[in-house]
């Protein structure tokens, strides 16, 4: 049985967000005196900024509140630029779209900036639904996303539909919504991540996806 639905995460997966949010990150960071090279904060790239703060760095909810904030001190006015499409991610979305297939975005990125990236690239015009967190992304985890995005979206056949993403958070959210789930390589999960949390297909490049959304 073919898809006729594709729900796609944004960071790792469309786009390459790493030294905007490493640079966030880093700027956060230093507020609490920890200096950091953003070269070591790709851990910040896929998951919750509250998630990450409270894992990693063991921050009380006080703190990643003023986190978040000096987070954005850096984001808002241009972090979010410093991001780029994966080369070739474009024409895959075209060949997705001319082949039928309903795109959907689901991503843990606050909407407002998810839009503003979408739209920076031209990428928004394949998609039918764009759905990202709220600016308080302790109000809605992947799997509150997911479920916003298969209910927007009209999704009634689950097995038609599929997640595409790079990072467990995104298998998980879409295994609790009864979704198949394609994890993917060039982001920043490994396939160890992406296996041991249940995805059905890897695919090390958009070569392999197109061949697993359209065969």
């Known amino acids: 049985m073919s898809f006729t639905h594709v729900l796609f995460d944004l960071d790792g997966t469309l786009t390459d967000p790493k030294e905007g949010i490493t640079r966030s990150a880093a700027h956060a960071l230093e507020h609490f005196g920890i200096h950091a090279d953003p070269e070591t904060l790709t851990c910040f790239i896929g998951p919750p900024l509250t998630e990450t703060f409270g894992e990693r760095y063991g921050f009380s909810d006080e703190q990643i509140t003023v986190a978040v904030a000096r987070f954005r001190e850096y984001f808002e006015p241009r972090g979010w630029l410093e991001n780029v499409p994966y080369p070739g991610i474009e024409k ?54 997911v479920a916003r995005a298969v209910r927007e979206a009209g999704i009634t056949d689950l097995s038609r539909a599929v997640m595409v993403g790079d990072r467990r958070h995104d298998v998980e959210g879409a295994r609790q919504n009864g979704l198949d789930t394609v994890g993917v390589l060039w982001g920043y999960g490994t396939r160890e991540e992406l296996e041991t949390v249940g995805a059905k297909f890897i695919a090390a490049d958009l070569a392999e996806l197109e061949n697993i959304l359209l065969h």
């Open 92 to 145: 895959t979305l075209e060949r997705l779209q001319n082949a039928g297939l309903k795109l959907i975005l689901a991503t843990s990125k606050p909407e407002r900036f998810a839009v503003r990236i979408m739209e920076r690239f031209d990428l928004a015009k394949y998609f039918t639904h764009l759905c990202g967190a709220p600016m308080d992304e302790r109000r809605a985890g992947k799997a509150v996303i």
